[in-house]
């Protein structure tokens, strides 16, 4: 039996460690929750940070892990800077690891290609390119050499993977270094590295990201500049952040989960005009 093709898209922000919060959610999109089955025609990709701050990471990790063996056509996981404490050297202190066999299954992931840096998604709006925390234009311009779609974006992204990765785990000030315009889509920093990066440069394609918030959503505020909170719409209620820029929009998805779930938040749904291109 051949199944339908795939018409919508729901991105996936950071879920932490939240295996309540990421049920609801799948649930809401129509997933059931008894057979643990994906509806026909839906596409969901997650932005990464599956795992620490809530409760049950290993049961975060075991539901996608169901998804991925079988429904692998309707699940598009990537990789977030939480995950890569698990792939390679870590480079920051976490209180809490995952069980052995989640973090071998995270393992498992990267080296089948389950678990990928990039996807493209095909909209009637336009392309997006969706990674973790967001392709930089120093990235895009002297790693990636300015590809002119998400299609070429992602599969060079994709493909740094075994072969450059340090340029994949590049970091930024998330970990205490300078704000760079070329920090790495596992780390780039919303505010002060990612959308200000491309005040110069026409951005080729939309992006959805996940990893951090241009607003501080406990108190309301703006962490970036004036300029950035100008070009920027906010949905308090999804919890996305939508910048204009010259050529294209950033949408930032991050819920922000601590260690309790945030109580309303929501992933964002496109509808699709073709196949994810990884």
Known sequence: MTSPPLSRVAVIGDVGGHTGALRRELRRLGADPVEGTLPPGLLVVQVGDLVHRGPDSDGVVALVDRYLRTQPDQWVQLVGNHEAQYL???????????????????????????????????TPDGDFLVTHAGLTAGMWRAVLDTPIDARRAARRLNGLVGRRDAAVFRAGAMLGRRASGSAGPLWAEAASELVPSWFQTRIPFHQVHGH???VDWATGRFRGSAQIEDLTTVDPVARHETTRLDGGVIIGIDPDHGVEPTARWRSLEIPLAGPATT
Do not use: K
């Open 88 to 122: 390679r050297e870590p480079v920051f202190d976490w209180p809490d690891e995952v069980a052995d066999a989640t973090a071998e299954t995270i393992r498992r992931w990267w080296g089948d290609g389950l678990m990928r840096v990039g996807v493209a998604l095909p």
């Open 212 to 214: 951090s918030t241009l």
